[in-house]
């Protein structure tokens, strides 16, 4: 891997989508009343994990991912 890092994610289909050139991000996914359900360390198979969030309840969610050289990304997600 270069020096280069970037990390994006998208929500699609019910899915948290991560891509990185990490070995793995540290994921929070928490409500915008600050109440956590997700925080976990996912593995990046070949840059790319996903990660369900159809148990959670309708909802606005901020969800961020870390990677291991402390780059991070943030995103709102409405879940309907």
């Not at 994921?27 to 198979?45: G, H």
């Amino acid at each position: 891997t270069s020096g280069y890092n970037n990390t994006n994610m998208a929500y699609y289909n019910g899915n948290i989508v991560i891509r990185s050139n990490s070995d793995y991000v540290l994921l929070n996914i928490s409500s915008i009343s600050a109440q956590t359900f997700i925080q976990e360390r996912i593995s990046l198979n070949g840059g790319t994990a996903t990660v369900s969030i159809e148990s959670l309840p309708r909802g606005i969610y901020i969800v961020t991912a870390k990677d291991n050289n402390g780059n991070s990304k943030t995103i709102k997600v409405m879940k309907n």
